[in-house]
């Protein structure tokens, strides 16, 4: 059974957040090909990772991507994959605010659900002081 792999999610929605494509219309948006490109949907033998379809599913499902579909004027149709403002707000909580470095701190055991909180927290700019108690 597959479960969540923040490391690899972490690749994702890097590779998501920093993407260039100046070959295509929209350079911001990845397509299936760049993610076997960069190596995060395909093993060494060409096939497709069972956690690429996972995490790909789930960040859409949580709406932090959305799919757009270009219908070419040859039988190809070619699948974009961009952020939504939820995905840019979590990525850069993540990658801009200090929230990865704080979630790999915390070990192996962060889930999708820890994740979106510490983003939260993080993206939110709360700040947690330390409580002192009463003498």
Known sequence: MITFNFEYFLKL????YTHQNKDEKFSRL????DFRRIGLS????GNIQDYFVYHLQMVQNENLVC???????TRAKKFYFGLTEKGYA????LFEKGAREFL?????NVNFA???KACFAFGSDIIFSET????
């Open 132 to 135: 002192k108690s009463a003498p």
């Open 13 to 16: 929605l890097h590779a998501l």
């Open 42 to 45: 395909t093993n060494s033998n």
């Open 104 to 108: 790999l701190k915390l070990g192996t």
């Open 30 to 33: 990845m397509t299936f090909d």
């Open 67 to 73: 799919t757009f579909r270009q219908d070419r004027e």
């Open 90 to 93: 979590m990525c850069d909580a």
């Open 114 to 116: 820890v994740c979106q």
